[in-house]
Nanobody, 127 residues
Framework: QVHLVESGGGVVQAGGSLRLSCAASGRIFSSYVIGWFRQAPGKEREFAAAISWSGGSTDYADSVKGRFTISRDKGNNTVYLQMTSLNPEDTAVYYC????????????????????WGQGTQVTVSS
């Protein structure tokens, strides 16, 4: 079991940037995939980005591609989500999630695939 804690959320003006962190405690095996999801009020939780723990390969939702960058620091057991060119549509609670399997894009882009979740961090983008 991996325990996840997100941080770095806040209020930012449109066009601004934020960096979210997801600190993991417990052992992360090389097979893990770490995902970032977000959930706006009244909407379903949606995939934003994912990274494989071993090789560091990344994947992004079309809505954030080119603006968000996911990365990991193995030494600190932390995954980051650098967000730039933020707009009000990015306002949501952002969650990180971890799973010890990496079954491919179809699975890790779906929230129900993950068993381990953080508590979330609020990101608000003002216009």
């Amino acid at each position: 079991q991996v325990h996840l804690v997100e941080s770095g959320g806040g209020v930012v003006q449109a066009g601004g940037s934020l960096r979210l962190s997801c600190a993991a405690s417990g052992r992360i095996f090389s097979s893990y995939v770490i995902g970032w999801f977000r959930q706006a009020p009244g909407k379903e939780r949606e995939f934003a980005a994912a990274i494989s723990w071993s090789g560091g390969s990344t994947d992004y939702a079309d809505s954030v591609k080119g603006r968000f960058t996911i990365s990991r620091d193995k030494g600190n057991n932390t995954v980051y989500l650098q967000m730039t060119s933020l707009n009000p549509e990015d306002t949501a609670v952002y969650y990180c999630a971890a799973d010890p399997r990496n079954l491919g894009h179809y699975y890790y882009t779906r929230a129900r695939y993950y068993d381990n979740w953080g508590q979330g961090t609020q990101v608000t983008v003002s216009s």
